[in-house]
């Protein structure tokens, strides 16, 4: 066992249930209780009496158990994950444990985002801490009352036993005498090898809601004496609202109110909107009239600053890339070794704005007093929104409650908390509860894109086709994409990588690993096309250059783990049968490390009616230790459409500050029968502390489906979408 020490006080679990409103929330409370798999032919009843343990912990009477699970659930399944892993340590039954949400409590949890693949790497050892923690409170009490030592006791699924005795104890028979005991300085924590219920899979807790069409998400939810709203912002970027026909909307049948929301915050942060401030808001009872109000919108828009283009972005920023970088980080003399090389390949990729498109429209519920603010709602930033809304309301934050809905989709949408705090904003104005809703025009049209970026790639080989020299530099709107310490830094002599920013007035922000997505594409790509110049197999080539950061690295940071990376490349090597060759299969490969998690994957297309078809997909993927592998391999198989989809489809561009594609007939998503056939996933044992996998899955895709389209069709894919270039899929 190893030993830690423990961060829980009685003074933040009081914080805690104060939030939570006390016990009895479990299979009662409005959407967040689910009961785990199995319950309905489990026989322990609904307790008369539930137990708080500590701030992650209920026990009821009966031994029924509640896990709350503190992280906002984005459909990266960590409202299964999360408690599976504080149910390992408590060493209690998966089949007796309810999962309820955890509300917003920074007195007590710590990250609750769902940001960055972050949850379970960072929830890793406060989960573990919290059931290891309420084992040995149940431990101790039970200890007292037999009058013995806690050396002499054992426990499993919930039972306590003397390990030379007869006598038996229940979680639920002890767990009113455990709430009493102090918080213990040290606890010890499970060896790995003694996991019984990590490493299994165990089918999502929200699954049967999710697919009988359930109350679970924000947009289900409901509050008597409730009205809706919707907002309509201006139609370009560059633009502000003046004033429209206000005394003509409020006359319209159901609607109630319509004014000019401005939710410009003092100290705005990072999360908060920085687009669209001035918006016109309408309140009413119905999404219908409510539409039919917005049609009727006579607006006059001010212009405020200039109206941007797509063909005006690339032009900025092949200007940034021609004039403006910065050496983020340079190894040797590159300017030399790209002169003394006896062969050369420069390549320039870039890839285009895009919205995230939540399946769930954007929506959050506000109630708001004189004295306090309710919010409820999908939201994977919590803590930001409460910030915001405590700045924009003058309110305290401890009279902001904040409670989180399952989200149907964020990929980094609902880490920006405008629509939380536009719905505080329509509530305050109209004293009363409110819920808004966005149509999908008014998603895809708002902002917060994922960013358009440029790169261009430059290598030098050698008479004996060594890598001698290498650089990247990197632009976007707003932000570069370079990571100038990952691979392939440390395994040249010669390196240089270099980044700017260009200038825009498009709003923009995190879209499921943005700079990686589009970065890993090019740089895999581009390795491929070093790899064909120099004569080796794809995969030999990343090896190599992996074996030289294993043995003699370059540089004094590089970020990533080379016997990790390379682990990755070998497992799908073997996998897929790399370098056996099958006819009319066209195979491309890709590996990337980001967001703590190493991924390689293979790619096979087959020429079906002239037009390329993904047939399979091998992915091997290095996350540590995996806490549900059925989960996992979910979310690498959804990684895995998400960026072969937006690669070869979808792009959001703008004329005259409008973005030209709001809705789903303007803008392509990948289609059913344009998904591979099969993706098969792997992972690396070990015993590694778990990462994420929210991200990872994704930005190797690209480059493995660009080097698979090059084996198939003989083109180089260099500019996303693909398909903008030459439509090729099938």
């Not at 949400?101 to 929830?123: E, K």
């Not at 229940?170 to 040290?186: N, Q, T």
């Not at 030399?336 to 320039?348: D, L, N, P, Q």
Request: some cysteine.
């Amino acid at each position: 066992m190893t030993k830690i020490q423990t961060q829980y006080n009685r003074r933040s679990f009081l914080k805690i249930s104060a939030a939570a409103g006390g016990g009895m929330l479990i299979g009662f409370s409005w959407l967040t209780g689910c009961i785990s798999e199995g319950k309905k032919d489990e026989t322990l009843a609904i307790p008369n009496e539930w137990f708080d343990i500590n701030g992650y912990i209920k026990i009821g009477d009966t031994g029924l158990v509640t896990i709350y699970s503190p992280n906002p659930e984005i459909g990266q399944n960590v409202r299964t994950s999360m408690p599976m892993i504080v149910a390992e340590e408590l060493d209690v039954d998966w089949q007796h444990v309810v999962v309820e949400q955890a509300p917003l409590n920074t007195g007590f949890y710590n990250n609750q985002i769902a940001g960055g693949s972050q949850s379970i790497r960072r929830g890793w050892h406060p989960l573990r801490m919290a059931g290891a923690t309420a084992r040995r409170m149940l431990l101790e009490a039970t200890a007292k009352e037999w009058g013995v030592e806690v050396t002499v006791l054992t426990v499993a699924n919930g039972i306590i036993k003397e390990i030379n005795g007869d006598r038996t104890m229940s979680y639920g028979e002890i767990a009113s005498k455990a709430v009493g005991l102090d918080v213990p300085e040290e606890v010890e924590l499970k060896d790995i090898k003694d996991f019984k219920l990590i490493s299994t899979s165990v089918k999502n807790v929200d699954g049967k809601k999710i697919v009988t069409g359930k109350p679970l998400f924000g947009l289900d939810f409901q509050r008597e004496g409730m009205q809706l709203a919707m907002i309509q912002h201006p139609p370009a970027f560059g633009m502000k609202v003046k004033d429209f026909n206000e005394a003509d909307i409020k006359t319209m049948p159901g609607i109630s109110d319509a004014f000019i929301v401005d939710i410009t915050i003092p100290e705005p942060g990072y999360f908060d909107e920085k687009g669209f401030l001035q918006l016109i808001a309408i309140v009413g009872k119905t999404t219908w009239q409510l539409m039919k109000a917005k049609k009727a919108l006579q607006v006059n828009w001010e212009q405020i600053s200039e109206p941007e283009s797509s063909e005006m972005h690339l032009k900025r920023m092949e200007e940034t890339l021609a004039s403006e970088m910065g050496e983020s980080r340079k190894d040797g003399n590159p300017e030399a070794a790209f002169k003394k090389a006896t062969k050369v390949i420069e390549r320039s990729y870039s890839a285009p704005f895009l919205p995230h498109n939540t399946m769930e429209p954007m929506n959050f519920f506000a109630n708001v007093t004189e004295t306090s603010a309710e919010l409820i709602g999908p939201t994977q930033t919590p803590q930001a929104l409460e910030g915001s809304v405590s700045k924009l309301l003058g309110l305290p934050i401890e009279d902001i409650t904040v409670n989180m809905t399952r989200m149907g989709g964020g990929f980094g949408r609902r880490l920006y908390v405008n629509f939380g705090v536009e719905a505080a904003a329509i509530s305050k104005k109209i004293g009363g509860p409110v819920k808004l809703i966005y149509t999908r025009e008014d998603d895809m049209t708002q902002g917060t894109y994922k960013p358009a970026y440029l790169a261009t790639y430059k290598a030098g080989l050698d008479e004996n086709n060594n890598l001698i020299a290498f650089s990247v530099k990197g632009t976007g709107l707003p932000e570069s994409p370079v990571f100038e310490n990952r691979f392939p830094a440390g395994t040249v002599e010669n390196y240089i990588a270099e980044k700017a920013s260009t200038k825009t007035n498009i709003t923009t922000g995190a879209w499921r690993a943005p700079r990686s997505h589009f970065i890993a594409g090019a740089e895999q790509s581009f390795l491929d096309e070093v790899a064909e110049l120099a004569g080796k197999d794809p995969i030999d080539f990343r090896l190599e250059l992996l074996d030289k950061a294993i043995s003699n690295p370059i540089g004094k940071r590089n970020d990533y783990d080379a016997s990790r990376y390379a682990g990755v490349l070998k497992l799908v090597k073997e996998k897929s049968n790399w370098g056996q060759e099958t006819p009319g299969i066209h195979r491309g490969v890709a590996a990337y490390f980001c967001h703590n998690s190493y991924v390689a994957e293979v790619i096979d297309i087959a020429m079906e009616d002239n037009k390329p078809k993904i047939k399979k997909v091998w992915c091997a993927v290095d996350c540590g230790i995996v806490i549900n592998p059925d989960a996992a391999v979910n979310m690498m198989q959804g990684g895995v459409i998400d960026g072969i989809g937006h690669a070869m489809y979808s792009q959001l561009t703008f004329k005259d500050g409008l973005p030209q594609q709001s809705n789903f007939n303007q803008y392509r998503l990948i289609r059913h029968s344009q998904a591979p056939e099969a993706i098969e996933v792997f992972f690396v044992e070990n015993n590694i502390d778990p990462t994420g996998l929210g991200e990872p899955g994704l930005p190797p895709a690209i480059g493995a489906l660009a080097n698979a389209l090059y084996q198939a069709t003989g083109e180089r894919y260099y500019h996303q979408p693909f398909m903008s270039y030459k439509p090729v899929m099938g």
